[in-house]
């Protein structure tokens, strides 16, 4: 578990979802959902397989309209703002399915994200390409993610973690107050999920992070608050040591050898 931070403890949240609710016909997916995150804050959401976990970061990334329910971000409502404006506000999302651009590459994906973000012309993939000031600040993003020694290749014949990586490097290229991760560890092996455990940990702290995630090793290692859902709801929610102690949660959804 990573070291509180007492300020961030006591400062504002700067997400904040209140009584978010979701139905698919007679399906409810979220059911009246309050959930904050506070600054420099890894919050992890972790349940068994259809609790809500994903339509919860839909709802927060402005995919899916709640049905009631509001979002604030950074003190302002952002409940029916649409995707491209949250992102320019400062939030940033990767997907149980990675999504990066097949056919451009490494260098060019992030480019992608700093463009939307500056809102900078077309002629930008030509400044990527030729080292200008969208280049550089994409290079520099790959460096933080590790993936400097592969800029010039076909994102598609990344390995599946090193698609994980450029996932994550789009997402920091929009330079985002809070980053929405679903799952990022699905499908690493042993190896690469130590590698995107220790960038996460790189990543967070100027960066808030919602993490929802099945590896209990790594949500363990990485988060500061834990919320649990079940059936679209909120059973428990608070520090690691009192989620991972708890009986009810241990038994269910933690398994006894933690």
Do not use: C
Not at 55 to 81: F, H, K, R, S
Not at 149 to 166: I, K, M, T, W, Y
């Amino acid at each position: 578990m990573r070291a509180v931070d007492k300020a961030a403890v006591l400062a504002e949240p700067l997400l904040v979802a209140r009584g978010l609710t979701k139905r698919y016909g007679g399906l409810v997916a979220n059911a009246g959902i309050d959930f904050d995150l506070r600054p420099r804050e890894v919050h992890a959401v972790i349940g068994p397989n259809g609790g809500g976990k994903t339509t919860l970061l839909g709802q927060l990334m402005g995919e899916i309209e709640p049905d009631a329910g509001t979002i604030a971000l950074t003190g302002a409502d952002i409940t029916a703002l649409a995707v491209p404006e949250r992102v320019l506000r400062g939030l940033a999302r990767s997907y149980q399915v990675t999504s990066v651009f097949p056919g451009f590459t490494v260098l060019e994906n992030v480019a992608f994200g700093l463009r939307a973000r500056r809102r900078t012309t077309s002629r930008f993939w030509r400044a990527a390409r030729t080292g200008g000031e969208l280049g550089e600040a994409a290079a520099a993003i790959l460096r933080r993610v590790g993936l400097s020694g592969r800029s010039g290749v076909d994102a598609a014949v990344l390995s599946h973690g090193e698609q994980r990586q450029l996932e994550i490097a789009i997402a920091l290229s929009t330079t985002p107050k809070v980053l929405l991760l679903d799952e990022p560890l699905a499908g690493l092996g042993v190896d690469e999920g130590r590698r995107m455990v220790d960038l996460i940990a790189s990543i967070a702290g100027p960066i808030a992070i919602v993490l929802v995630e099945h590896d209990m090793d790594a949500v363990f290692a990485l988060a500061d608050r834990i919320t649990v859902l079940v059936d679209g709801a909120v059973i428990a929610s608070g520090a690691p040591d009192a989620i991972r102690a708890d009986p009810l949660m241990r038994s269910a959804y933690l398994g006894e050898d933690l």
